[in-house]
């Protein structure tokens, strides 16, 4: 399969009018790889620069309702993907983990054919998906990804003293009970205000909790991210909610160990008075910090990789 075709992106009726509003015209797409497929949607034209948003654990392309928006409309083609085992994409044989998405993603990026600069931003699971897909591929097969932005990420191999005390929900046996659960685990781990958890917020969680297959996985627990990040040649940033559950109090320790080890750092963002959550929460805050790092120059090495590789197929091309 060398391409795929989209369709018109079926928005959740649960969006309010605004939202709906301005997400509207947006596509979905259906890539295959090894027999499954992932389901991205996608805003911009192909032309424009890339972001890839790869969103969190028990989520889909919806933890980014509030950011696509204003992605593209400063000039970015906005590619978001239901990763393997969540939302709409299929559970792959054999993916139970993180390190299993790579060669899904991969294809899929190549089935949509962009073929300009590409910056890939991950939001908590996401942002460890990101980060090992960055290091699995080489330079040559993924010339042009300039920027990795980590939000929210674990598997930096820091912890906090109080465990999150998340409760299971999926033995209960009404509608109302769960929601209950639902609210408390969306304050648990995701928020720090009480007013940010409004009804979207409960309708995105809900919708994209009942959907997730992939309740093996164990990698955030680890330092996974903290042992690949020196083997990145893309420049490396990180945008954090002041109030991030993963990391409550040691913000400053999990800024300076990245500062550490990624070989080409950018910057480091946090963003006040928001919670895990923070591209929902905070979305104005953190949409002006993300273009932000966006708009910085990239990593000549990797820049001028991605030249050499575009000329080499340009050279190719029948």
Known sequence: MTGAVPSLACLPAFLPPDLATALAGGERWVTRFDGADTVWHTWGDA????????????????????????????GWRVLVPDLPGFGDSDLPAGCVDTDDMPPHLQAGLTQLQNDGPVSLVGFSFGGMTAALWLAAQPQTTLPSVQHLVLVGAPGMGLTVPERIPLKGWRHLPSPEAQAHIHRHNLMALMLQRPDSLDDLALALHTANVTRDRLTRRRLSSTDIVARTLPKLQAKVSAIYGEHDALYRGRLPELQGLMQSLAPHWGQWQTVPGAGHWVPYEAASAFNLALLGILSEPTNPAVALIAVQAQNANARTAW
């Open 47 to 74: 032309h424009r620069p890339c972001v890839v948003l790869l969103h969190g654990g028990s989520g889909s392309w919806t933890h980014w309702v509030r950011n696509i928006a204003p992605l593209r409309d400063a």
